[in-house]
């Protein structure tokens, strides 16, 4: 079955202190794997997309990685406007699968 | 949110009722989508449209139909209501098909059914 794992469900982090999230995925003919935003209240925001193994994209603090199991989105030294949830999604046939996100909370 | 809107914003309804929501995009993308997203669930796919009068479904179809007489116009309708539909449901669009490319995000709609 095809399903999309994100862990940890929650991180809270110190202002400055570098950490990553991590998104695991089990299907079957991988077409994208793609990063959101989401603020309370509001619809996913657009991050980055990947396509292939060990493919990286950076934005600002945020770097994304990919390999053929997983995908690590990486916080270096955050900041309290990037507290947020952070979902994955994977693209597999003509459907799209959503991981249940990481809730960050950047304390200053 | 990249020209997308969604009508109404809140809504509360009771068991039985007919609900219609309505995604406008101003961005003239062929793909349009609606997606409901529950805790411990995440984003899940109801129907999408990949052109005028094009739809199909997603993986909890059951209980939603899909109508779209206009590029930039997807509806979503709930004939008859249920408990286990309260939920925000959010639209989304995307240039080409969004099995390759990013899809992006309207504000969403929280449905309350009593």
């Known amino acids: 079955e095809d399903q999309v794992t994100q862990s940890p469900e929650a991180l809270r982090l110190q202002e400055g202190e570098s950490s990553s999230l991590n998104c695991s995925y089990t299907?079957?003919?991988?077409?994208?794997l793609f990063w959101y935003r989401q603020d309370p209240g509001k619809g996913p925001e657009f991050l980055f997309t990947l396509y292939s193994a060990g493919e990286e994209k950076e934005k600002e603090r945020l770097k994304a990685t990919l390999t053929k199991k997983e995908s690590f989105l990486h916080i270096t030294a955050p900041k309290p406007e990037d507290s947020a949830t952070y979902l994955c999604a994977v693209s597999s046939g003509n459907q799209f699968y959503f991981g249940t996100g990481t809730s960050l909370t950047v304390i200053p | 949110d990249a020209g997308i809107t969604q009508s109404p914003r809140h809504k509360v309804t009771e068991t039985g009722t007919p609900v219609t929501l309505r995604c406008h995009q101003t961005e003239n993308h062929r793909y349009m989508y609606w997606y409901r997203q529950d805790p411990g669930h995440g984003l899940r796919l109801i129907h999408y449209?990949?052109?005028?009068?094009?739809?199909d479904k997603g993986e909890v179809s059951d209980g939603y139909s899909v109508s779209r007489s206009k590029t930039e116009d997807f509806l979503l309708t709930l004939e008859s209501a249920t408990s286990s539909q309260t939920s925000v449901y959010f639209c989304a669009i995307s240039e080409t098909s969004g099995n390759y490319n990013e899809q992006f995000f309207g504000p969403g709609t929280r449905l309350t059914v009593l």
């Open positions: 299907v079957s003919g991988l077409r994208g």
């Open positions: 449209s990949y052109g005028v009068k094009d739809t």
